[in-house]
């Protein structure tokens, strides 16, 4: 099995900013892409961003210019950097990741969210 756990949400003002982390763990032989969604209340589930295994990465048109998102393969955790945040950006954050595990086997599997909240 693998999991996958989020940190570094939490209550900040507009214009601020925060550094999400993913760390992966579990049976893992190797990961492909990965990337950060978010969800608003009432709102469906949303792409932010996307890095792939070499790097590409993948922006939202909503925080391009804002938000980074990186990646430590040592580490098998994704970042996401956040600035110049905006109330629009208040969402539960969670982290995708497709990885094949030691029987090789690709799946996909999701954390469980860390909540972001931008006050005005």
């Known amino acids: 099995q693998v999991q996958l756990k989020e940190s570094g949400g939490g209550l900040v003002q507009a214009g601020g900013s925060l550094r999400l982390s993913c760390a992966a763990s579990?049976?893992?032989?190797?990961?492909?892409?990965m990337g950060w969604y978010r969800q608003a209340p009432g709102n469906r589930r949303e792409l932010v961003a996307t890095?792939?295994?070499?790097?590409?990465?993948n922006y939202a048109d909503s925080v391009k210019g804002r938000f980074a998102i990186s990646k430590d393969n040592a580490k098998n955790t994704v970042y996401l950097q956040m600035n110049s945040l905006e109330p629009e950006d208040t969402a539960v954050y969670y982290c995708?990741?497709?990885?094949?595990?030691?029987?090789?086997?690709?799946?996909?599997?999701w954390g469980e969210g860390t909540q972001v909240t931008v006050s005005s």
């Open positions: 890095i792939t295994t070499g790097d590409t990465t």
């Open positions: 995708r990741s497709v990885v094949e595990d030691t029987d090789l086997m690709l799946n996909t599997f």
């Open positions: 579990g049976r893992i032989r190797r990961i492909n892409d």
